[in-house]
């Protein structure tokens, strides 16, 4: 059984601060990672990809990868109120993706 | 639009009716997957499909439910005979037949299933 675990929260940040969310699977031959986010009652927009370990930085978001330790995480910089919402981690097994629950991100201004 | 369109946005039927979703990919996709989401739950991969063929069904309840991709035309997840348990958002996703980026999945507004 292919697994993806993520913190539900809520995790509050204040506006303006570093948002860290982290995501762990359980299959250590995943070769791609995907971070999606979901407003309430909207569908998931994908945000964020990355195949290599490493750091992947795209506008405030950076994705993190280390394979060795089967860890994935998302930070946002500058969090802004707009960036409450439910952020999924997917991981690619085969021919789909299998998603975590969910951790839902709170920015208070 | 270039995005991945669904039909109906919501759709309510009885215990024991047939609903019918469709998805029309994004355009210069081809590769169809289905995910439904229920209440307070996560997304789980339901079926995936190209154009004419059945990829992987893996997700798929055994009974009542299918899923065709004709040549012409949009997607189509079908359930027959509805139950309550069915009640749910269910996602499309398309992705671009290249080999080296078969994951990046766009998904679709989504139709919210509703049995009474």
């Known amino acids: 059984q292919k697994e993806v675990e993520q913190n539900s929260g809520p995790l509050s940040v204040p506006e303006g601060a570093i948002a860290s969310l982290n995501c762990t699977y359980s299959d250590r031959g995943s070769q791609s990672f995907f971070w999606y986010r979901q407003y309430s009652g909207k569908s998931p927009e994908l945000i964020m990809f990355?195949?290599?370990?490493g750091d992947k930085e795209d506008g405030r978001f950076t994705a993190q990868l280390n394979k060795a330790s089967q860890y994935v995480s998302l930070l946002i910089r500058d969090s802004q109120p707009s960036d409450s919402a439910t952020y999924l981690c997917a991981v690619g097994y085969g021919n789909k993706l299998v998603f975590g629950a969910g951790t839902i991100l709170r920015v208070k201004s | 639009n270039a995005g991945v369109m669904q039909n109906p946005r919501h759709l309510v039927r009885r215990r024991g009716q047939e609903a019918r979703l469709r998805c029309s990919p994004m355009k210069g996709h081809s590769h169809v997957y289905w995910y439904r989401q229920l209440p307070e739950e996560g997304l789980k991969f339901m079926v995936y499909l190209q154009k004419e063929n059945i990829i992987d069904e893996s997700g798929m309840p055994k009974e009542r439910f299918s899923a065709e991709f004709p040549k012409e035309g949009p997607s189509i997840l079908r359930i027959q005979q509805v139950v309550r348990g069915d009640s749910a958002a269910y996602f499309c996703?398309?992705?671009?037949?290249?080999?080296?980026?078969?994951?990046?999945?766009?998904f679709g507004p989504g139709t919210r299933l509703t049995v009474t």
């Open positions: 996703a398309s992705s671009h037949p290249d080999r080296t980026t078969p994951y990046e999945q766009y």
């Open positions: 990355i195949y290599s370990n």
